[in-house]
Structure formats: structure tokens, C-alpha cells
């Protein structure tokens, strides 16, 4: 059974938290297509919290009533990209922490060609306290005719505490990252696809993104940031595959220099901050020595985090590119070569 029980706070401090957010829509209808959403609080005991903040650095150092106004705005929420008419024994379940308004659109365009031929749904949010949204759209998927289902981590953090959440509640590992919740049951065969930033299409797409942006590459230092996991040893693998990118990025491109860093947007805020400062250390000492920069993220849409990281450079003149990695042609060809890629070693 899950650690939590769910029940609604009083009324008068639930409207307190939603007075800026529309009414709620259904999970199957698209709710992360509305800008807002309605947000019931949920009460956690005194346990409940000694756990959470156990399992996440950023729980820690919360009080109780940030803590509760957190995980209830981590919604699950889960939906069919497909028409109920697409059948497959191949099914697809993206897997990510949610797409609002413009990036939803966009999360739903860039996986279109995949999902008129493979029953193809979505599971939103962390499954911190529950898996309900997970159990539902797989039991979806199969009902279309899927035997196998090919699960895609959309998030740039492949390590971290939410890719470890989806691991448990998919029973791919043995203890949970957040809070125990109740497992999947299927008789599907479920298959983990590759996350999309160790693949070199990946690179090819920061590269596009920036040559977009570049007037002078000899004279241009390319800065590449993301939004990146909580913990120092997560986020330090990913860095390792950002690198790769960024040493390919140079050389192809031509570029002065090419160098990664994370925000860590989800870490405590000193780390965040920290994060930003040596990124703005970077932008002051390369236009001392008469360079210019720009700015390419890792973030998959045009929405949610992108805002936040062009505000962490916007006030240096830097050229920022808005465009989200699923927004690029060639993310298509990564989704194609990842379910081939996949198929072939469940086979193997």
C-alpha cells in the first residue's frame, strides 16, 4: 500500500494556493493544457514528512508548510497522445515531470508520428505518493493492443531521484527514491528506451541551436545549461555526457570555447545560486576578453524552466536560445532510432 493517504486541507488555505489557477480538467482531456490547475492539498503527518525529507536534499530544507504546497502541486496526471483506434502490439508510455501550455503542445507535435502508429500515453509528475496515473494509462495502452511497452524518460536528468521513482514504481529496483508506492501490475513486457541527451543526435541538436545564434564561432564562448538533478553525484554523470557534447560542439562548430553547466534548479537554492554564479563568471570573463556568448539549454520544450534560465544571464547581453530540443527536427529521428534501438535489445 502507499506510505500516503490523500485527504483535502481546510477550503479557506486550499484557495490561498489556487486563486491564480483555472479549474481543473481531466487527466485524459490534457489537463497540463490549461495554464493553471486547481490543487487540492493533502495533509502528511509527522512521519510522512521525516521521510520525504530523508529521500530529497530539497525536502530538508523546507518547513512543513512548503513541503505540503510542493508535493500537492507535483501532480500525477497521465493521458493518450493516440486515438483509441491506433493499434499495436508495440505501445509507447513517456514518462516525464509534465509539459504546461506551449510545452504541451509541443511535447504532443513532437511525439505525433510515433503515436499514429503505436498506442502512445503519457504519465506525468513524480509518483511521489502515488502510482494510480501509471497503472491507469498503461492498463490504457495495452487495452489498444500492446504487449510490449517501450517506456521514455522525457527529462535530461536520467539520473536522479525522479528516474528512480519511475524505476520502483515499475519494478526495475527495490527501493524507492521518494516514498513507497504501489507497484505496477501488467502483463505487458515493459522495456526502458535511452534518455535523450546521451545520444550524439543530442549534440547535433545544441550544436544547430547555437549555430542558429552565431555571427563570429572563433569569437563566440557557447554555454550549455539545463535545468539538471538535486544531488552533486547525479548531476556530476550528466555533466560527463554535456562535456562529450560540448567538446563536439567546438570542434564542429568552429566555437572558442564550449562549456556545461547545470542549475540544478530543484536543489536547495544555495546550490542553485551557486551554479548560476559561476555560469555568470563565465559570460563577465569571456566579454573582458572581447568575446561574445550565447546560450543553449537542454530543456526538451519552450515552456516550464527555459524562462528561469534566460533570466539567469538575460541582464549580460548574452544571445539565449529558446528552443527546446523537442521542438528540432532531428528529435524525431532520435525517437525513431530509440524504439528500434530498444525493440532490438528486448530481442536480443
Request: hydrophobic content about 40%.
Amino acid at each position: 500500500m502507499p506510505l500516503f493517504k490523500h485527504s483535502t486541507l481546510n477550503l479557506i488555505a486550499a484557495a490561498a494556493l489556487t486563486t491564480a489557477l483555472l479549474a481543473p480538467s481531466t487527466a485524459y482531456s490534457g489537463a497540463h493544457n490549461t495554464p493553471g490547475r486547481v490543487i487540492d492539498l493533502i495533509e502528511i503527518s509527522d512521519e510522512q514528512m521525516r521521510v520525504l525529507r530523508n529521500n530529497n536534499p530539497a525536502f530538508s530544507q523546507m518547513d512543513d508548510e512548503e513541503l505540503t504546497r510542493l508535493v500537492s502541486i507535483l501532480k500525477n496526471e497521465e493521458g493518450m497522445v493516440s486515438e483509441e483506434s491506433v493499434s499495436n502490439e508495440i505501445g509507447v508510455l513517456v514518462l516525464a515531470h509534465g509539459f504546461h501550455g506551449e510545452g504541451y503542445a509541443e511535447f504532443r507535435a513532437a511525439f505525433k508520428s510515433i503515436a499514429d502508429v503505436y498506442p502512445t500515453g503519457y504519465g506525468f509528475g513524480l509518483s511521489i505518493l502515488e502510482s494510480d496515473h501509471l497503472q491507469t494509462v498503461i492498463d490504457q495502452i495495452t487495452s489498444q493492443g500492446a504487449k510490449k511497452i517501450v517506456l521514455f524518460p522525457a527529462t535530461t536528468a536520467l539520473n536522479s531521484g525522479m528516474v528512480r521513482q519511475w524505476e520502483y514504481a515499475l519494478n526495475f529496483r527495490e527501493e524507492f527514491a521518494y516514498t513507497g508506492v504501489d507497484r505496477i501490475e501488467t502483463d505487458a513486457e515493459l522495456i526502458w528506451a535511452p534518455g535523450p541527451i546521451p545520444h550524439p543526435l543530442s549534440g547535433e541538436i545544441l550544436r544547430d541551436h547555437a549555430k542558429a545564434l552565431s555571427k563570429d564561432p572563433a569569437n563566440e564562448l557557447v554555454i550549455i545549461t539545463g535545468h539538471g538533478p538535486q544531488r552533486k553525484a547525479d548531476n556530476d554523470q550528466e555533466l560527463e555526457i554535456l562535456q562529450r557534447h560540448a567538446d563536439f560542439i567546438k570542434k564542429d562548430g568552429g566555437f572558442y570555447d564550449v562549456r556545461p553547466r547545470n542549475v540544478q534548479d530543484d536543489a536547495p537554492p544555495q546550490v542553485r545560486a551557486e551554479n548560476v554564479k559561476v555560469i555568470r563568471s563565465w559570460v563577465n570573463e569571456a566579454k573582458a576578453d572581447g568575446k561574445d556568448v550565447i546560450v543553449v539549454t537542454t530543456v526538451l520544450t519552450a515552456a516550464g524552466v527555459l524562462k528561469k534560465l534566460e533570466n539567469d544571464t538575460k541582464d549580460l547581453g548574452v544571445r539565449f536560445s529558446d528552443a527546446g530540443l523537442m521542438t528540432n527536427e532531428r528529435f524525431g529521428d532520435w525517437l525513431n532510432f530509440a524504439i528500434e534501438d530498444t525493440l532490438a535489445r528486448a530481442n536480443n
